[in-house]
DNA sequence: AATGAATGAGTCTTCATTCAT
DNA sequence: TATGAATGAAGACTCATTCAT
């Protein structure tokens, strides 16, 4: 449905540049051009369009990842691929993550599912493993923690004050990272 | 002023617990058995509470940081203290960089001026350069960079979902992390 | 027309399931399986449909109140027959005697007619008359007055409380209120 | 305190003439003369300002019929006075059953509990049995019965349609009702 | 005749902030 | 200085009704 893409991404939009808690549904739907009631023919929830809007997201960084996961690409140049791409896109919509774990967090205190996260993962984790067979990756440490540390580099870079531009930025991190990850020759 | 104190005291605690937006001002001066308009002789608003009480918490930081910059450890063993010192703390409260994260984003749509990260980040840099002078650290790298990634270390540490230990999974990252920064022999 | 009594048994069911302001149009339509905007084809407003099954639901009453009255009992027998009959098809539908109360209050604010009450007052009238004549009721008492306290013994029972079975309840009342309307031999 | 007064009250008198759904919080606070929020600082909601009316009616009627319970009167004098004065007051507030009918029928949708109603029986339920000791009220009727019968005759009154005065009404089926249930000399 | 998406007025409720005491 | 009652602006959400198809 047109409208109910309309109002996804404007809502989106607005969550990115103005936080969650200050866009009122009333501003969405007049961003989008439509009556303040159609909103709940749509949504249950402003919460509900904000889990829709990352999961769509989600599903695209997902099936981007998987793409690149099928790929005959070795294993750091898969990590440097989905990072480096990633980071073009969160470069676009830095504040997404911010809102993804802004998200997370309230999500926390009342489910108990984060219902994206997991799978995401499992392809990462699917590469790093990857890597350890063919002996480039160092397997002294946990696959979740290489993992995590790796999604970092993304998050800590978007929250940069230097003035080194952002890919730059991101590059020179993925480099560090890649070369404490890699196994001594 | 005690007072004030105990206001401050129990709104981190009650903003680190529900979130910033969840908490109202009613709720922190209950808990801090006072009226409701006593808020108004300490603070002039809500936020400003907010700012006050993470300036407190950034003093701490700051101060211990110092004390492990005076010290004659060697840099790479600097970081390590104070990563695995201010991991502990942050185990305490774990949501409260999150906090913080949530308040610079906030004040950067108003305010220009991040009042305690640059004198923060300040110190670190003067480990990393001693590093790289020793010629211990890598020289490849800038240093804002290095300090944005070691920084990174704890927040996703904070944010994990491993079943792994918090300061096991710390020391695991910081490993990783002092790895790639080393310089090949 | 199929699709306006289907409304109209549905829109009855809800209203004394869930009562008049909670039942929604939509919620009517989506029962009666048709689309929400087709309800006003057949009706001008949530409030007409109800008009309409109150008016339904008195004229079966009012039909079988006329037969018994064409019937050769005696007035005393009459008035049970009526009782306990209307009071079996009440125990089915035990609100309907609520929701039409509520309706009359509401409709008392607005309009100056109750449409269908008067004709079926009018046959209890003629009966208790001809119990008056015959001389078997006292003559001391009006006859409205005697009405609305008959039909008091419906409504009464309807709110009961009582571990009694309903129309044991009824029965004993209606016994009562013949045994004091009885002249005393 | 004055205010939590003042709100009740008018909420009542609006409740009464406009019916509780058609009332509004701010209608009420604009007739009591205080900010619309000044309401919750007295009433969780809407809800709870009705049950604390309905709440403070009872008691007043309770507290009356106690009063007779412990005079001196005879039984069947009882009920008259008990009948006669409820009558005087519900003549001002005619509505007021409506209400309370309306709020039972909603709360038991929700609640099983009907807070006031078994107290106020339970003393009614004294005098009948009084009564029946003494030898002056039927015994073959359950004394549960009686008592739904007694309230009835208010409520038929109350909504009563015809020209006859309110209390003469509730005069005439009081005797009706007594005349019933005496024992035949 | 049937539809169901669109509408926006209307409600309850929250809460930061003020101010008289 | 401490208070807490009063405030009113603001926001999420509902739903009877309309109308273009």
Same mark, same amino acid.
């Given at each position: ?22 866009t =009122?549904v009333? @501003?969405?739907?007049?961003e989008? #051009?439509?009556? =303040? ?6 949504? #249950?929830?402003? /919460?509900?369009?904000?889990k829709?809007?990352?999961? /769509?997201?989600i599903?695209?960084v ?8 099928k790929?005959?690409? @070795?294993?750091?140049?898969k990590?440097? /691929?989905?990072?480096? =791409?990633?980071?073009k896109?969160?470069?676009e ?12 967090r309230?999500?926390?205190r =009342?489910?108990?599912e ?6 995401f993962k ?9 890597g350890?067979?063919?002996?480039v990756?160092?397997? #002294? ?6 993992? @995590? ?13 230097? #003035? ?5 930025n ?10 404490g ?5």
């Open positions: 449905m047109q409208a109910k893409k309309s109002i996804s991404e404007n809502a989106l939009r607005l969550f990115l540049t103005k936080g969650f808690m200050d =009122t009333a @501003e969405i739907m007049e989008a #051009d439509l009556g =303040t009631g159609t909103f709940y023919n749509y949504y #249950d929830s402003k /919460e509900d369009v904000l829709y809007c990352l999961g /769509e997201k599903n695209e997902r099936h981007f990842v998987e793409e690149i996961q790929s005959p690409l @070795e294993p750091s140049q990590l440097s /691929e989905i990072l480096l =791409t990633a980071g896109n969160f470069e919509n830095s504040q997404l993550i911010n809102l993804f774990m802004q998200f997370r309230q999500a926390s =009342t489910q108990r984060s219902p994206h996260g997991p799978v499992e392809i990462l984790a699917d590469i790093v493993c990857e350890q067979e063919k002996g990756f160092r397997k #002294d440490i946990a696959v979740g923690i290489i993992i @995590e540390m790796f999604m970092g580099l993304i998050q800590s870079t978007m929250n940069s004050n230097l #003035d080194i531009p952002f890919m730059d991101l590059k020179q991190k993925l480099y560090l990272f890649l070369e990850l890699g196994v001594e020759q």
